[in-house]
């Protein structure tokens, strides 16, 4: 009988839980879950439940110490907690989230204890690193010379509940959403050159992508493309850019919070418990003693009055004299409040995950450039059973029955970068209808934006 610990029961858990349940007889699991908060889930699953903050270290190490595996579905600053016991236990640990400075410190203990800790497992990073390295190590086998490399991905809302002029509602933590691009330039290579682009000017560069029958897309570059240069072996491409998709117009609406400050998460707003939103709005203008709240935006940031900007921002409701409601708040928290007023999936509500990738490559002995593209799209169910929590929470299951059935016997700190790691668990993805779409064609120039 072996021993499934879990931390965290939120929005992404219930693909994972699910499956794990569904084949613990099979496998002879014991599967308990650690939370601050009672789950329904979880009881309706019949699983054990420890009523738990990942802070209480008595708490967190009896339970570890149990354990033959832990799987941290947590936010990802309380993965170190987590590490801090496995390590402590000698106990393998999955989590989903990208593997931090806090996570990389325990690599030479975990080497030295021989145990396995997997990162980076769910959708992007995740699924984006097994399906790229997938087409990566198949074009290098075949002889091929990368050229470039893009890939996107976009949490969205699916066409049947897309209501909004925005084109999206949150399938995912708001406050990833409201914080997204901060903590640096974006920095990517494009034909042999290093580029960044500043925070400020983040959501002001961006790429079209058609998908076809799921239409047009834009791209925003992600923080450090040039992180996986040697993470997926392509120390010689000329090119690699790694991005985030939303809708046409998405982006250049956003930039508005972004000059305005309205992101902001380093201070506390004064006296926020008795503002509006529009004196929230307000509080990052200039003053003067006649033009509305809504004029001085505009002016301030050079927008049109009949600008397709301006229907967003007042179907957000910013300019509306509601109450925030909130005791002490910095500004990204005060922004990330209106907007879970307007972005919330109602129960009905499907999302849709996007995840596109591009490989330009010349095959030799001709020296003809060609072009691949790899997409995936998965549609949710509803507000409960998205496509965010399926993509997310069904690698890392699967990874959790490969470890534990003996059929990944890895030792070290990895994430899904190499075939036996990809291949089984893309392999049973499919069964999911998690499948991306392959084509191939020739490229007749390289275009670097």
Known sequence: MKNILIFGAGRSSIFL??????????????IKVADTQESELVHSLGLAFALLDVHDEFAREAEVKEADLVISLLPARFHKYVAQSCVKFSKNLLTASYETADLKAFEAEVNEKGLFFLNECGLDPGLDHMSAMKIINQLKNDGCVMECFESFTGGLVAPESDDNPWNYKFSWNPRNVVLAGQGGPARFIQNGKIKYIPYNRLFRRTEMIDLGKFGMFEGYANRDSLYYIQKYNLQEIPTIYRGT?????????WNVFVQLGATDDSYYLENVENMTYREFINSFLPYHPTDSVELKLFHYLNIPQDSEIVYKLKWMGIFDKTPIGLKKATPAQVLEHILKQKWQLQADDKDMIVMWHKFVYRKEPDGELYR?????????????KTAMAKTVGLPLAVAAKLVL??????????????????EPILKELEDFEITFQEAESLETELVYY
Do not use: C, D, H
Not at 372 to 384: C, R
């Open 17 to 30: 839980l699910t499956y794990l349940a569904e084949n613990a007889l099979k496998y002879s699991w014991r």
């Open 245 to 253: 998709l939303r809708r046409p117009g998405f982006s250049k609406a």
């Open 372 to 384: 691949k593209t790899s997409s995936l799209v998965v549609t949710g169910e509803n507000a409960t």
């Open 405 to 422: 059935t003996g059929q990944l016997n890895l030792k070290g700190m990895y994430i899904p970068i190499i075939p036996e790691i990809y």
